[in-house]
């Protein structure tokens, strides 16, 4: 047997059999847990794992790939972490974490993964959307058009929203943020504007304090709940305003327009810097992770007006920061009020004054609103801020006791009846004709020859004066109508005719 001979005996049928083996990696579907703590868990075995996949543990948990290394993964744990258990399997699910979407969400109150807390059925979805999805495009970004009417005077007036703005709601815990958050979504009664209301962190009876107030006021049936409580896992806290976002962009690509409370994003920044250190990320300022900012921009670039071509939809964000010892200069609020077009500061020295709400208004600014305030609004209430910072002023100079002139004497007058005006109980929503009513009245000096605490009650005076005397002017200014001089006079003139009668009958009643 020559050599050759032999070669061939041999090989051949060993490369046959090699022929048929394909030499294809499997990929491994399954993993298994190495570690866990407390709302993060280690898992290895994947292969080709992709970032921000959802994978599911055994009982229903899910969780976020997160950490990808070469050979093992950190997850975000949306769920308890108590019933995991190193070794236990990992199961990979091929998509990223999404949300259901549509009308059936409307009137429930939902975790961030879209399932039900209200004890109601499943959610009959129209479509499921991503949690995480990229802002629209400058090109397909109307500017701000249409204003969005809060129904609190302090706002409307001096820090006027409009439909797709970030504005900032930022103050010391217990001055009122969460009020003002929901006095704005109770006001949409008649606008269309459709509400999520995302609570992040929150003890479980604020929620249910805000719940409540949702139902009593009557808007619930366009309001949607999503709760990531306090106790609920960080990464559910987490996702929570991602998700939230993710079911307002379904309505806003229908055309609507939304408004979207995010209460609030201190508990949500300090949710992921709990993760980002179980994850082992190297800590920055304030401990936080370095992408910090961004977990927040990339939030809020989701918030806009879209133009007509697009379905000229709006989403409007009105973020809530809690500051500490009114420090807006921490890390968390000087991200936000850079990202942001405005913010509305609630000052603990007004509210323990009783100067409800809390408005600070030389520390507040709306930096697009006030270009939408309707015409009448903007012809009254255009200088208030100036006037009232002039205001201001005066009063600390004149707390030194210097002597005052006449003129000075009567801004320091008018300026502490506009003040009066300006305060306003929660849930008692007024309409722009008449806000605009009683802000005229203060500026026009009508309150001057009243006490301050017998201001509250002219101004009702006012306000009924002009909706019974004066309909059609309040119509036009709703509608979007100037003010002109003769629709100013005819308002001024019901509303002194009505204080004056009011006194007659007060004088009688005393005679
Ligand atoms: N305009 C108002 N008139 C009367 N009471 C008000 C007004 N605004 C807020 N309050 C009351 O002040 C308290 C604190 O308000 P709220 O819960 O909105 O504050 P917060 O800043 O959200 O508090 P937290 O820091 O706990 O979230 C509540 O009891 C609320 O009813
Ligand atoms: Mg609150």
Redesign the pocket.
């Known amino acids: 047997m020559t050599f050759d001979r032999l070669q061939d005996d041999l090989f051949a049928p060993l490369e046959d059999a090699l022929k048929r083996v394909s030499p294809a990696i499997e990929r491994a579907e399954i993993a298994h847990i190495l570690s866990v703590s407390n709302g993060v868990a280690e898992v290895a075995g994947f292969i080709d794992l992709r970032a921000d996949e959802l994978l599911a543990f055994s009982g229903g948990v899910m969780g976020i790939a997160s950490n990808l290394g070469e050979d093992r993964a950190g997850v975000i744990v949306l769920g308890e972490t108590e019933r995991l258990r190193p070794g236990d399997p990992v199961r990979r699910t091929g998509r990223v974490v999404d949300v259901p979407v549509g009308r059936g969400l409307i009137g429930r109150v939902l975790d961030p993964l879209g399932r039900p807390l209200d004890g109601g059925s499943p959610i009959e979805a129209q479509d499921f959307l991503p949690v995480e999805q990229p802002a629209p495009p400058i090109m397909h970004r109307a500017p701000v058009q249409v204003p969005l009417q809060t129904g609190i005077k302090a706002v409307d007036a001096a820090i006027p929203i409009g439909r797709g703005q970030r504005e900032l709601i930022l103050?010391d815990?217990?001055?009122?943020?969460?009020?003002?958050a929901v006095d704005a979504i109770l006001n949409q009664r008649d606008s269309g504007v459709l509400s999520i209301y995302c609570a992040i962190g929150?003890r479980a009876s604020?929620v249910a304090r805000v719940i409540q107030s949702l139902r009593d006021g009557g808007a619930m049936d366009r309001t949607i709940m999503v709760v990531a409580s306090g106790q609920d896992a960080p990464g559910l806290q987490f996702i929570a305003p991602y998700a939230a976002t993710s079911m307002a962009e379904h309505f806003m690509a229908e055309g609507r327009d939304v408004l979207i409370v995010y209460d609030?994003l201190t508990r949500h920044a300090r949710a992921y810097r709990e993760l980002s250190l179980l994850l082992r990320r190297p800590p920055g300022r304030e401990a936080y992770p370095g992408d910090i900012f961004y977990i927040h921009s990339r939030l809020l670039e989701r918030a806009t007006q879209l133009r007509e071509e697009h379905g000229g939809g709006s989403l409007t964000a009105l973020p809530?920061v809690?500051t500490q010892a009114q420090n807006i200069s921490a890390y968390i609020p000087t991200n936000l009020i850079s990202i942001t077009d405005g913010q509305v500061y609630?000052s603990p020295s007004l509210f323990e004054k009783g100067h409800?709400?809390a408005i600070d208004i030389g520390a507040s600014v709306s930096r697009v609103g006030g270009k939408v305030q309707l015409p009448a609004f903007r012809a009254v209430a255009g200088n208030l801020r100036l006037m009232y910072a002039q205001f201001e002023e005066l009063e600390t100079f004149a707390r030194f006791g210097t002597q005052l002139d006449t003129e000075t004497r009567r801004k320091l007058t008018r300026g502490l009846r506009v003040r009066e005006v300006l305060k306003?109980?929660?849930h008692d929503h007024i309409d722009v004709p008449e806000q605009i009513a009683a802000l005229l009245a203060a500026t026009e000096g009508l309150f001057d020859e009243l006490e301050p605490d017998a201001v509250a009650e002219a101004e009702r005076t006012v306000r009924e004066a002009v909706r019974a005397q004066a309909p059609d002017i309040c119509e036009r200014i709703a509608e979007g109508a100037k003010l002109d001089d003769a629709d100013r006079a005819a308002l001024i003139e019901a509303m002194q005719g009505a204080l004056d009668e009011a006194q007659t009958e007060a004088n009688d009643g005393n005679a």
């Open positions: 103050g815990r217990q001055t009122g943020k969460t009020a003002i929150q604020a609030d809530v809690e609630l409800l709400p306003q109980r929660e």
